[in-house]
């Protein structure tokens, strides 16, 4: 719903739920069992283009909530948007391990050795 709503807002809204977002996540306390928060923070971040954030709040999402297939899937797309290639497909790779029938992974895998980087031997 923010996201939507985020999409049609003024630029001063915008910077509020920025500010908001932070907050949320300053105050975020692990509860096992309960919704991925950080995660959900990161593709607000994602979704506003800034991927640097964005991977922070993944990488924190990744700590509390574990390997999780949308924080390595989310994380790998900022990467690859920042042309971090080599880090990009190791995310993917992540996301595979986790998910083997993620056929949208594969692609971003395929589409980065094909396209964008190739690993040293």
């Known amino acids: 719903m923010i996201l939507a709503k985020m999409r049609t807002s003024?630029?001063?809204v915008l910077l509020d739920l920025i500010q908001v977002m932070h907050k949320v996540a300053n105050n975020?306390?692990?509860i096992p069992g309960t919704a991925d928060t950080l995660t959900n923070i990161g593709i607000f971040f994602q979704e506003i283009k800034d991927y640097e954030t964005a991977i922070h709040y993944y990488e924190k999402a990744i700590?509390?909530?574990g390997q999780t297939e949308?924080?390595?899937y989310n994380r790998g797309l900022c990467l690859f948007f920042l042309e971090?290639?080599?880090e990009a497909l190791n995310a993917f790779q992540s996301t595979l391990t986790l998910s083997k029938d993620?056929?949208?992974a594969r692609g971003w895998v395929a589409k980065i050795l094909d396209e964008k980087?190739?690993?040293l031997p």
């Open 10 to 12: 003024t630029p001063t």
């Open 28 to 30: 975020f306390y692990y």
């Open 63 to 65: 700590q509390y909530f």
């Open 70 to 72: 949308a924080a390595h």
């Open 84 to 86: 971090r290639w080599e």
């Open 102 to 104: 993620n056929v949208v």
């Open 117 to 119: 980087y190739t690993p």
